[in-house]
């Protein structure tokens, strides 16, 4: 079974860095979209980024665009997801998410979220 597991959360000062981390198994990255989404309390969930491995496509949401990067790595079939420059908007419960459908473009993720979640992990960005 597909199994997400994020970590890496916790307490930054704004301008800090933080690398979260999302376990994966049941899966081969190469046949998924794999994303990053956040929600903080009283807000909708907004996507931030997400990656097709096998085309190498990334996508970042506009307010996070040359601060975060995701990547993977297939041998240990983690995604990461690489915060620099943090800000205070950017506290939220962040999740992992998958999608067995590799091929779609632009927004789409993010309007219509993925098939497969994993727990979340908490960033908080605070002085």
């Known amino acids: 079974e597909v199994q997400l597991q994020a970590s890496g959360g916790g307490l930054v000062q704004p301008g800090g860095s933080l690398r979260l981390s999302c376990a994966a198994s049941?899966?081969?990255?190469?046949?998924?979209?794999i994303g990053w989404f956040r929600q903080a309390p009283g807000k909708e969930r907004e996507g931030v980024s997400y990656i097709i491995s096998s085309v190498g496509n990334t996508y970042y949401t506009d307010s996070v665009k040359g601060r975060f990067t995701i990547s993977t790595d297939n041998a240990k079939n983690t995604v990461y997801l690489q915060m620099n420059s943090l800000k205070p908007e950017d506290t939220a419960v962040y999740y992992c998410a998958a999608d067995p459908r590799p091929y779609y473009t632009g927004s789409y993720y993010f309007d219509y979220g993925m098939d497969y979640w994993g727990k979340g992990t908490l960033v908080t960005v605070s002085s």
């Open positions: 049941g899966f081969t990255f190469d046949d998924y979209a």
